[in-house]
């Protein structure tokens, strides 16, 4: 299941992205990744499946803020009274971890999809309304050189 040594990132949903990035960069003394700008297909609980464009940046001092931009209509918004939407945990297996914690009750609201299956990530909201985020690990072949700028992040579809 969710293990602390797994856990690299709290993520924040911004209306203003830029101005969040600028903001949280200064006065939290972070620095940060090059910006993630994708089209990215994706299961919901609530609307099936589409393909939204994402926009995502993380900082480079670990564990990771990342900051997503606002996508009306996803899970992607703000929480009112929750600075933080979601964590971030590393996975070896998504498709294991993720049938694990949906056994211990959490219910998956959000996947990348492709091919009729989920891969890469997926959200899920445990039984006390957090939500985590799952990443497969080797969706990012050099977490390290990404947050360092040595590389563009690309989608990794599954065979």
């Not at 993630?36 to 919901?44: F, K, Q, S, Y």
């Not at 694990?100 to 998956?108: D, N």
């Not at 909201?125 to 497969?136: A, I, R």
Request: proline share 5%; aromatic share 10%.
């Amino acid at each position: 299941m969710l293990r602390q040594e797994n856990f690299y990132h709290a993520g924040i949903i911004a209306d203003d992205f830029d101005g969040t990035v600028e903001r949280l960069g200064r006065e939290m003394g972070l620095t940060w990744s090059p910006v993630i700008e994708l089209d990215l297909p994706l299961w919901m609980r609530d609307r099936g499946v589409l393909t939204v464009r994402t926009k995502a940046v993380y900082s480079r001092e670990e564990p990771c803020i990342e900051i997503i931009r606002t996508l009306p209509g996803t899970p992607w918004v703000p929480i009112e009274g929750r600075p933080l939407h979601h964590l971030g945990y590393w996975t070896d297996d998504l498709h294991r971890d993720t049938a694990e914690l949906e056994a211990a009750g959490a219910s998956k609201i959000l996947c990348a999809y492709d091919n009729g299956r989920m891969f890469g990530m997926a959200y899920l909201e445990l039984s006390n309304g957090l939500y985590v985020e799952l990443v497969d690990r080797a969706s990012f072949a050099d977490w390290k050189g990404f947050l360092a700028g040595k590389m563009e992040h690309e989608i990794i579809y599954p065979d």
